[in-house]
């Protein structure tokens, strides 16, 4: 059965979120962990490893360029993890958000192929990262370290992780209550969300701003030279205009 938006977007304001027990079971149910998993954005934990594949500009990096295949690659079984929570009506909801402008991917590219991605829903200054894959070494990696520049850049004040992962715990991420959880949660959506026709969307001017990141990069690619020379490694290296906002603390 389809999931209703005004449900769906009124649940993650309210610290609660769907699941299903298998990629085709056709039930849908509702989770309000105990405790909750978040990625502080000035706590991105970034090695130097990582730092140089980021820097190197290894992966072509875009946002809500492919965000379907996203999904459905989330999805898809994997060495470890036979089936995913994320079912049909799911990932059907989440595209449907992802063209009303709420739900956003960011993907990574290698010689053409999408290697690597995740996505989530952006309500005021909060972002609800729901999944994410890499079919290369650190792609997923690169992927969430683009997620916390652009959303440092764009005024985002939290950034969920739903549940802690080993993997998320290397990077940084930490664990709360799900009673702090809800007060972060609050205060990020505070003056910035608003119930329009149904939806809840951010307010003029006062949630959380997607897109600061390309234009970010748009204006180091017309000081720098043509867009080419954005996946270059020189002067207007997008990597490198990461890693600055990456290491910037608010």
Known sequence: M???????LQAYANGIFPMSDARDDPDTFWIEPEFRAIMPLNGFRLSK????????D????????AFAQV???????QAGRRDTWINSDIEEAFCRLHEEGHAHSIECWSGGRLVGGLYGLGLGRAFFGESMFSRETDASKVA???LVARLKMGGFELLDCQFMTDHLASLGAIEITQRAYLKLLKAALTKAVQISSGLVSAGAGSGGDWGVL??????AS?????????????ASSPGKRILQ??????
């Open 71 to 77: 999904i459905a690659t989330c999805a898809e079984s």
């Open 245 to 250: 906002a990456l290491t910037q603390t608010s």
């Open 58 to 65: 290894r992966f072509v990096v875009t946002a809500d360029t």
């Open 2 to 8: 389809a999931i209703d938006l005004d449900l769906l």
């Open 222 to 234: 017309a000081a720098g030279g043509s867009s080419e020379d954005l996946f270059s490694t020189g």
């Open 144 to 146: 969430l370290a683009w």
């Open 214 to 219: 390309d234009g970010a990069l748009s204006s």
């Open 49 to 56: 490893s990582l730092a140089k594949t980021i820097r190197q």
